[in-house]
C-alpha cells in the first residue's frame, strides 16, 4: 500500500476550512474512541492536582473540561478564533480556566506551569516546529512537573506521525518517562520534567 504523500505543513487555515465544513470534524464531543482517550489522559497523569496546566491545541474544550477541575488555572488555546469562541463558551465558569487563540510554537506563553498536554497537536508541526515546542515545554516547565502527550497512531499526510512526536520528545534529556500507554489506535507517554 503507498503511504499518502504528506504535507509540509498544517496551518490555520486548513484548520479553518476543516471546521467552517463541520463544527465537531473529529467527533470529540460525542465518540467512544475519544471519549475513553480522555479520561485515560486524566488516569495516566501521575498527579491529582497541578498549579498551572497549559493545553495548546484544545479545539472545542472537551478534554480542557476534564482537566480544569485539576489545576487550580488551566490555559486552554487553539490557532482557530471559532473553536477558541466554542471553547470559551463551553468551558465559561469554569474556576481559574483561560482559553485563548494562540498558535504553538510561537505563541507560546509566557511564565511557568507544572503541566503540559499535547493530545493530538504534534503531528501538525513540522519537526522543526516540534523542536521549538519542546524547548518551550522544557523552559516553562517545573522540576516535577508533567508533559504528556497523546497521539493517534495510524498512517497519516501530516507533517509527522505520533509516535515521531513521542519519539522526538523522548529524546530529551531533561524530561524522564513516567507512564507508558499503548493502544492499537493510540499511544500516550508522560514525562516527568527532571
Ligand atoms: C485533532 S485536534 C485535537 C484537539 C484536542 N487537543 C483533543 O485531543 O481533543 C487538533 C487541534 O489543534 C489545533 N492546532 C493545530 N495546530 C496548532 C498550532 N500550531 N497551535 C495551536 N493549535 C493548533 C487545531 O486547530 C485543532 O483544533
Redesign the pocket.
Known amino acids: 500500500m503507498t503511504e499518502p504523500r504528506r504535507k509540509e505543513r498544517?496551518?490555520?487555515a486548513w484548520?479553518?476550512r476543516?471546521?467552517a465544513k463541520d463544527p465537531d470534524?473529529?467527533r470529540?464531543a460525542t465518540s467512544d474512541y475519544?471519549r475513553r482517550?480522555?479520561e485515560l489522559?486524566v488516569a495516566c497523569l501521575p498527579r491529582r492536582r497541578y498549579r498551572a496546566g497549559f493545553?495548546?491545541?484544545?479545539?472545542?474544550g472537551?478534554?480542557?473540561r476534564l482537566l480544569a477541575p485539576l489545576c487550580d488555572r488551566l490555559l486552554a488555546?487553539?490557532?482557530?478564533a471559532s473553536?477558541v469562541e466554542r471553547a470559551a463558551a463551553a468551558l465559561r465558569g469554569l474556576p481559574g480556566v483561560r482559553v485563548e487563540q494562540?498558535?504553538?510554537?510561537?505563541?507560546w506563553p509566557e511564565g511557568t506551569f507544572d503541566l503540559v498536554?499535547?493530545?493530538?497537536?504534534g503531528y501538525?508541526?513540522t519537526g522543526g516546529?516540534l523542536d521549538e515546542?519542546i524547548a518551550a515545554a522544557n523552559r516553562s516547565l517545573e522540576p516535577g512537573g508533567h508533559l504528556l502527550a497523546?497521539h493517534?497512531t495510524g498512517v497519516t499526510d501530516y507533517p509527522l506521525d505520533g509516535s515521531d512526536v513521542h519519539a522526538r520528545i523522548g529524546r530529551s534529556e531533561s524530561l524522564r518517562l513516567a507512564v507508558r500507554h499503548d493502544e492499537a489506535e493510540f499511544e500516550l507517554r508522560c514525562w516527568e520534567r527532571r
Do not use: H, Q
Request: aromatic share 16%; charged share 25%.
Open positions: 498544517v496551518d490555520a484548520f479553518e476543516l471546521y470534524p473529529w470529540f475519544e482517550k480522555y489522559t493545553e495548546p491545541g484544545c479545539s472545542i472537551e478534554l480542557s488555546t487553539d490557532i482557530v473553536v494562540r498558535a504553538i510554537p510561537e505563541g498536554v499535547l493530545s493530538e497537536v501538525y508541526l516546529e515546542v497523546v493517534w
